[in-house]
C-alpha cells in the first residue's frame, strides 16, 4: 500500500501513531507531579526497560502532559561520558530563565540564577564540559563551595524556592540515567531527597535501562523511598493488537486476525519492534486486509532491516571478547541465563570472563536481573547474534 500514507513511526524516542498501554503509568506520574507542585508528599517515577519499549516516548508525553498543566520542566538526555553538572547547568539556566520572566518571582528566580553561576564557576574546576553563559554574578556562599554534594543541595533548594514562589514545580526529565556516574547520581538524590523534607517543589522523572535499579541503590539506599521505579516492559495482548491496529484502520486499512498474530509471535509484544513490522506489513500488503501471508513476508523484511541497523550499530560496538561473550549467551537462548552456564559455553570460568561481562554492563548491551544472572538489555538479540555469528564452534 502507498508508503506515503504508512502511519507506523518505528524510531527512537518517535511518538507511536498510538501510545498504547501506557495510561496508567502516565496518570500516576501525573498524579505525583500535580502533588509535588502541592507541596504534598508523593514519590515521582524511575522508568526502567530493555531497549525499545518505549521509555524516551512516555518520558516525553509525561512531560508534555505536565508542562501543559504549567509544570517547568528540564529536559535532559544523558549521554555517555558527560558529567551531570555538565548536563544539567545549560538546560537549567533555560528554566531558569522562563521562570524569571514576569514581575511575580522575580527575587527567587534570580537567585536560584546566581545559585546556578556559582554552581558552575566553582564546579567547572572538576567537570571541564560545564559550559554557562552567565548573566548574573554568583552570590558568594551559595552553591559554589566546589563540592557536588553539597553545591547540589544549595543549587535545587534555591531552584525549589523559585519554583515555589511561582506555585510551579520545577521537575528534571532525565533520560539514560543509567549513564550518570554513580557518585554524581548520588550527589543528584541526596540534593533531591534535600528538596523533598523541605517540601519544595522540585523532583526528577527519569528513564533507562534496567541497571538503573542497581545502580540508584547503591547511589544512595533511600533511593526506593523517593521514587517508584516503574517497570516498562512488552505491551501485554490486547495493547499489543491496539498498537497494530488502531493506526492502521484511522487510514481504513485492517488486518486479518491471523497476521496480527504473526506479528504478536514475532515481535514478542515489543513497542519498537511492533512499529517495524506494521511498516514493512503495510509497505508489502497490496490492499486491505493485511493477510498473514503479507505479515509473513514483512517479516522478513523487517529482520533484514534490524540486522542491518538496530542490531548492528550495536554489535558495531563491541570488541571481539564482547562479541564471544554475547554470542555464547545466544546459544542458551533468550535469558536471562546464570553467568556459569555463560563461562562454561566459553569454556572458561567466570572469574576470567568477569572483566568483558562488566563491560558490556557499561556500554549497555547487558544487565543483571538478579545475582548471577544475566540478560540483554536488547530484545531478540539472542537471534541477530546467532544470524550474525553463525558458527558457535570457533568461538
Ligand atoms: N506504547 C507504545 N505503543 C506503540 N508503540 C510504541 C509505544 N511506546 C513506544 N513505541 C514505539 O517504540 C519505539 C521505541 O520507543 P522509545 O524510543 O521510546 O523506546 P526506548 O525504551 O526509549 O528505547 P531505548 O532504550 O533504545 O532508548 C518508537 O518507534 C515508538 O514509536
Ligand atoms: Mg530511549
Not at 512516555?58 to 548536563?87: T, W, Y
Not at 504478536?264 to 508489502?284: A, C, I, M
Amino acid at each position: 500500500m502507498d508508503p506515503r500514507l504508512n502511519p507506523y513511526a518505528p524510531g527512537a524516542g518517535t511518538p507511536p501513531p498510538e501510545l498504547a498501554g501506557r495510561d496508567d503509568l502516565i496518570e500516576r506520574a501525573a498524579i505525583a507531579l500535580d502533588r509535588i507542585r502541592a507541596g504534598r508528599s508523593a514519590r515521582s517515577v524511575i522508568l526502567y526497560g530493555l531497549r525499545g519499549v518505549g521509555k524516551t516516548v512516555l518520558l516525553n508525553r509525561i512531560r508534555l502532559d505536565a508542562e501543559a498543566r504549567g509544570i517547568a520542566s528540564v529536559k535532559i538526555e544523558a549521554p555517555e561520558e558527560r558529567s551531570l553538572p555538565g548536563l544539567l547547568a545549560p538546560a537549567l539556566r533555560a528554566t531558569l530563565l522562563r521562570l524569571n520572566r514576569g514581575e511575580a518571582a522575580r527575587a527567587s528566580a534570580q537567585r536560584a540564577l546566581r545559585a546556578l553561576a556559582g554552581f558552575a564557576k566553582a564546579l567547572k574546576v572538576k567537570y571541564q564540559d560545564i559550559e554557562l553563559g552567565l548573566e548574573l554574578d554568583p552570590e558568594e556562599g551559595v552553591a559554589d563551595s566546589g563540592d557536588l554534594d553539597n553545591d547540589l543541595v544549595e543549587l535545587l533548594s534555591a531552584v525549589g524556592a523559585a519554583a515555589a514562589d511561582r506555585d510551579t514545580a520545577v521537575v528534571l526529565f532525565i533520560d539514560e540515567l543509567q549513564y550518570v556516574p554513580e557518585d554524581q547520581l548520588a550527589s543528584l538524590i541526596t540534593a533531591l531527597h534535600n528538596a523533598n523534607q523541605d517540601q519544595l517543589p522540585v523532583t526528577m522523572v527519569a528513564a533507562g535501562l534496567p541497571q538503573l535499579l542497581g545502580h540508584t541503590g547503591r547511589a544512595k539506599s533511600y533511593a526506593e523511598r523517593l521514587f517508584e521505579f516503574s517497570p516498562v516492559d512488552r505491551l501485554d495482548d490486547a495493547a499489543a493488537r491496539a498498537a497494530l491496529i488502531v493506526p492502521a484502520a484511522k487510514e481504513g486499512v485492517e488486518y486479518e486476525p491471523t497476521a496480527v498474530d504473526e506479528i504478536l509471535d514475532q515481535t514478542r509484544g515489543y513497542p519498537y519492534f511492533l512499529q517495524e513490522w506494521g511498516k514493512h506489513s503495510w509497505n508489502v500488503a497490496d490492499m486491505s486486509p493485511i493477510e498473514r501471508s503479507d505479515t509473513q513476508r514483512a517479516t522478513v523484511d523487517a529482520l533484514a532491516e534490524l540486522d542491518a541497523s538496530f542490531f548492528r550499530v550495536r554489535f558495531d560496538r563491541l570488541t571481539p571478547a564482547e562479541k564471544r561473550y554475547m554470542r555464547a549467551m545466544a546459544e542458551l537462548g533468550a535469558g536471562p541465563h546464570r553467568s556459569g552456564d555463560i563461562a562454561d559455553v566459553l569454556g572458561r570460568r567466570v572469574t576470567t570472563v568477569a572483566p568483558v561481562r562488566n563491560a558490556l554492563i557499561a556500554k549497555g548491551m547487558i544487565f543483571s536481573p538478579a545475582h548471577g544472572d544475566t540478560a540483554f538489555t536488547v530484545p531478540l538479540f539472542d537471534g541477530f547474534m546467532k544470524r550474525i555469528m553463525p558458527d558457535i564452534d570457533h568461538l
